[in-house]
Nanobody
Framework: QLQFVESGGGSVQSGGSLRLSCVASGFALDPYAVGWFRQAPGKGHEGVSCIESRRDGDTKYVDSVKGRFTISRDNARNTAYLQMNSLKPEDTGVYFC????????????????????WGRGTQVTVSS
């Protein structure tokens, strides 16, 4: 199965910024649409943002992060990024990368994971 290694998390105060990275492990990223998901304590994986397979591909964001988060990718580096600005305490959670359903992203703007094999993720903690 396709796997990612996520990094870049940390502890910041409200209003701070973090840049997350995820590297595709053992496969080439460029054919796939990719998404960032987060899991708050006691909750399931929430789709935060997705990007189509092209470097300049269409992007989607959950309403709660629009205007604050930016997803990008560098296929040559096999890496996807999530720039997070103006962080809020409700952004706290473990963040994961995953391949997403390209058809759902294209047709309805949904970030739906294609697989359920989640990596270790990277912890983001935002204090008020």
């Amino acid at each position: 199965q396709l796997q990612f290694v996520e990094s870049g998390g940390g502890s910041v105060q409200s209003g701070g910024s973090l840049r997350l990275s995820c590297v595709a492990s053992g496969f080439a990223l460029d054919p796939y649409a990719v998404g960032w998901f987060r899991q708050a304590p006691g909750k399931g994986h929430e789709g935060v943002s997705c990007i189509e397979s092209r470097r300049d591909g269409d992007t989607k964001y959950v309403d709660s992060v629009k205007g604050r988060f930016t997803i990008s990718r560098d296929n040559a580096r096999n890496t996807a990024y999530l720039q997070m600005n103006s962080l809020k305490p409700e952004d706290t959670g473990v963040y994961f990368c995953q391949v997403v359903r390209a058809d759902l992203l294209l047709l309805s703007g949904q970030c739906v994971s294609s697989y359920n094999n989640w990596g270790r993720g990277t912890q983001v903690t935002v204090s008020s």
